[in-house]
């Protein structure tokens, strides 16, 4: 009788034991890890194309302002234009982390950066995917793939590329001829780069690209091929227009 008893206590035993394990495996097989969080990763919008975005997916902004790579953005600004800054960085998918950095801005706070323009965002964006800032007082998506974007130091938006770096037109050009060569090129080398991606004032069909005398590539804005200046050593810059009158920037108003 006692053998009978031990047997059906270790049966039961057993039985209890597995019914957990089962249960264990069974619920652990139901958890789905955590995806991962980025500090910016990009998102794609049917109208804006590639932005970048927070880690909430809430549309970061730059300033046109911000062309030196210094914030313009201060004091009541901050209210609705909120500094990005994320002190543990983590670059999303799509991204090249090396292109983001940290400056610390006038007022000592520290404000994250990308291709040297300072992030934002829009205190009216309530939510993801939300782009209510968008060309609203000299305010842009940012976003990762800009061909030219506008550098403003007060006196009107002009064209810069990616990184800040003014470009200049011709006097001397004819509708989609370049007619700067030899000495002159090495003084104002010609800009290239496609496709257009551009901020949304521009149309991306008034950007073309040239075959320069030379064979290179160039490209144009409404016909009129575009120039760096040797000279304008750093982001902002705009020592072309003083050097030669016939180099001037596009200005819009």
Known sequence: MKTIQLSSLILSATLAF???????????DHVLPEEPTFSVEVKTSNTFGKMLVDEKGRTLYF????????????????????IFFDETFTAGPGVEAG??????????????????????KFA?????????????NGFFIAKPDYSVFFGNKGAGRYLVDALGK????????????????????????????????VPSPLKTTDF?????????????????????FSKDEKRGDVKGTDANAKFTVLTFN
């Open 63 to 82: 300033l046109e302002k911000d062309v030196d790579g210094n914030s313009a953005c201060s004091g009541g600004c901050l209210n609705v234009w909120p």
């Open 124 to 136: 009216q964006d309530k939510k993801a995917g939300d782009v209510l800032g968008d060309n609203k």
């Open 18 to 28: 597995g019914s957990i394990f089962f249960v264990a495996c069974s619920e652990d």
């Open 166 to 197: 003014t470009l200049y037109t011709f006097a001397n050009d004819v509708d989609d001829t370049s007619n700067c060569n030899g000495g002159c090129a090495a003084v104002w080398p010609p800009f290239f780069i496609e496709p257009p991606v």
């Open 208 to 228: 073309y690209k040239i075959t320069r005398a030379d064979s290179k590539p160039q490209a144009t804005f409404i016909k009129k091929p575009f120039y760096f």
């Open 99 to 120: 292109l983001f950095a940290t400056i610390t801005r006038a007022d000592g706070q520290k404000q994250t950066t990308y291709k040297g323009w300072p992030l934002y």
